[in-house]
């Protein structure tokens, strides 16, 4: 399969030889067909003409036309499904919107479609001085590191303790990492209100007892665009490859269009379960949005006991401002995709073939436009460290997430990932972005395009590279991101379609490989 791509647009061939061994490893070890499951590099059509399709108005509209009439042929009033457009996002849905399936239905639980489309695109970080203020930080607070000499267990700890240049008046809040090895514990501090924090930034840098000091930025579900952009349509399996299906989950099986998980017939997961099932052996954090706690799909694999709200640093059963344990939806579907019970007659299969689940809540509490500051997805990998270390999590494999900001460094976030994988070996697994307005965009994307991470882009069902979905020499593989059907938030019994290469990253750690054997990192 060839890519057209410009010179400047080619990978440093050390890049392409790690990233090509890994994504090899990954695709031997699913059994899945190098379109199944594409290095990014290595599309099934050029890359360069889907970009110049996305970019093209009338194209977008011919694909807008071809989803709908594929999203209604063959298909009953009484099984439509419903699609939200960018502006109504999936808040914005009718409430009965996700109980469209009656009784002669594979099951009576719900099925929506969303385009996820609530969730703001990423902003691209700055650290230059601006009269306006920053949407992309968190205002009147900084990220501060210490050198090893200083050690939290003093209790006394503060950048006031330093020799602060210009007098700069800063006040610790909160420890969000302790120290560790050569480095100093991590810290939020508030600045004064006449400061910016680009000011306090570079008055703070160099300072005696501070390895550096950065933003505390502001991170956004990726997801954010019009399922009418959406190459693909309605899911689409045929009887003969439900047949090969060895699990009695009615969407896992059904072969109407727009009610089963083609997913994992063209990825080859459903083979990969004859010779790899997770079976508890394994669990999957999911850094979004929290989860619906009491799914029905999910109780025999959601580890309930630890899901956490790293945003309000309490467990998330108890969250006081948190309906059910999401109020926002994206996190229950991709806990869904993960890890919804196989074969128990109950929805959907989850691809690891029931890998034990743990959702950590780093979005802030909306329903849409939700934000996760860098302390606080530090904070989650703090979480997770320590119940590492103490023995509560001893099968941790992989930290999934789906946020996304346009820019080039952040330390501290880019820390906490390596910790995990140089420590205890987890590797964390990222969205690799959705371009803006349905176009794709080449800009390094954070965390995605971190060393550490792997960055998953979005495939259409007939495995083709998704003409939204972000593309540059960071990203690493390519999985199916189009009409996923999975656990959704509504009630305990709903079910829903989403969009993005949100869903493609979340389906890649619920594969047998992941969760089931060794993974290189």
């Known amino acids: 399969m060839d890519v057209t791509r410009s010179a400047d647009d080619r990978p440093s061939f050390c890049r392409v030889a790690s990233r090509t061994f890994l994504a090899l490893i990954l695709a031997f070890s699913l059994s899945i067909p190098a379109p199944a499951l594409a290095l990014s590099n290595d599309a099934g059509q050029s890359l360069a003409s889907q ?6 108005p009338q194209d977008n509209e011919g694909t807008s036309d071809s ?5 209604a042929e063959g298909s009953d009033p009484s099984a439509s499904v419903t699609g939200e457009s960018q502006e109504a996002g999936p808040d914005a849905a009718s409430p009965n919107s996700s109980s469209s399936l009656q009784s002669e239905e594979p099951s009576a639980q719900g099925l929506a479609q969303h385009s996820d489309a609530a969730n703001a695109t990423s902003t691209e970080p700055s650290l230059e001085s601006v009269d306006e203020p920053r949407d992309d930080v968190v205002p009147g607070e900084i990220i501060v590191v210490y050198d090893s000499a200083v050690s939290s267990g003093s209790q006394t700890f503060s950048l006031e303790d330093q020799a602060q240049p210009d007098g700069l008046d800063v006040q610790v809040v909160e420890e969000i990492a302790p120290a560790d090895g050569d480095v100093g514990p991590t810290v939020v501090a508030e600045i004064p209100d006449d400061t910016t924090v680009d000011e306090a930034v570079e008055q703070l840098s160099g300072a005696p007892g501070v390895a550096y000091v950065q933003p505390n ?17 309605a899911s689409i399996l045929s009887e003969e490859a439900a047949s090969k299906a060895t699990v009695n989950d009615p969407y896992c099986i059904d072969t109407r269009e727009g009610k089963n998980q083609y997913y994992l017939y063209n990825s080859n997961v459903i083979d990969a379960w004859d010779s790899a099932k997770s079976d508890g052996s394994a669990t999957v954090a999911v850094l979004d949005t929290g989860c619906r706690l009491d799914h029905e799909d999910l109780q025999g694999t959601l580890d309930a006991a630890h899901a956490w709200d790293a945003y309000h640093d309490v467990a998330l059963d108890v969250s006081p401002t948190v309906s059910a344990g999401d109020n926002n939806g994206h996190g229950t ?18 691809a690891s073939y029931n890998a034990k689940v743990l959702p950590v809540k780093v979005f802030s509490d909306e329903a849409s436009n939700a934000s996760a500051p860098t302390a606080k997805i530090v904070q989650a990998y703090t979480y997770l460290d320590g119940l590492i270390k103490s023995g509560a999590l001893s099968d941790l494999r992989v930290v999934n997430m789906s946020l996304g900001l346009y820019g080039e460094s952040d330390p501290a976030f880019e820390s906490a990932i390596e910790k995990m994988r140089s420590e205890h070996n987890v590797l964390t697994v990222c969205a690799g972005g959705n371009g803006v307005n349905g176009v794709p965009k080449t800009e390094r994307s954070l965390p995605s395009d971190f060393d550490a991470c792997l960055s998953v882009t979005s495939l259409n069902q007939d495995r083709t590279y998704s003409p939204w979905a972000d593309y540059n020499e960071y990203k690493d593989i390519g999985a199916p991101g189009v009409s996923l059907l999975s656990t959704y938030k509504d009630s305990s019994s709903s079910y829903a379609f989403l969009n993005g290469t949100s ?19």
Do not use: E, K
């Open 67 to 71: 989803t709908q009439a594929a999203a």
């Open 503 to 521: 869903m493609a990253s979340r389906w890649l750690p619920g594969s047998p490989l992941c969760c089931g054997r060794p993974i290189p990192i």
């Open 51 to 56: 970009v110049d399709r996305a970019s093209d």
């Open 333 to 350: 579907h991709v806990c869904g995709i993960v890890s919804a019970q196989a074969n128990n007659a109950v929805g959907i299969a989850g």
């Open 217 to 233: 930025y502001l991170y956004q579900l990726i997801d954010g665009f019009d399922v009418s952009v959406a190459d693909g349509g």
